[in-house]
């Protein structure tokens, strides 16, 4: 029998440490926090901090982001809903960092419950 996306992702958050939206709130500031949403998501808006990092380069492009150079460091990750996120922290595991917390919920719950947000700034020509 074939596997679902939702069975990867089930299987993907038994490996993981999940927390809920107001105990990631508290840790802005405190962890790296990769959002690894399509560029087109995190450009509506995203949580304060967050570098945008998509889950289909995450492997090959986090180790060109500076404030992710030490695979020791504190990270927080999120998606829009948490397969993603949960998906990626199995991945970042295995490629060596090992304090990653995935965002239960992602950015759909965040934004749901009024929790701060940015957007990027529009350019100004005039």
Avoid at 11 to 18: P, S, V
Avoid at 28 to 53: M, T
Wanted: aromatic fraction near 6%; include cysteine.
């Amino acid at each position: 029998m074939a596997v679902t996306p939702q069975d990867l992702v089930l299987e993907a958050k038994a490996q993981i440490k999940e927390v809920g939206t107001a105990e990631a709130q508290v840790l802005l500031g405190q962890r790296v926090i990769i959002d690894v949403r399509e560029p087109d998501e995190y450009a509506v808006s995203h949580l304060p901090g967050a570098i945008n990092i998509p889950r289909g380069v995450l492997e090959f492009k986090i180790g060109m982001v500076p404030q992710c150079a030490d695979k020791n460091g504190a990270f927080l990750v999120y998606c829009r809903t948490s397969g993603r996120a949960a998906l990626s922290a199995v991945q970042l595991q295995k490629i060596g960092y090992s304090n990653i917390i995935s965002m239960a919920g992602g950015f759909e719950v965040w934004s749901n419950e009024n929790r701060p947000t940015e957007k990027p700034q529009p350019i100004n020509f005039g």
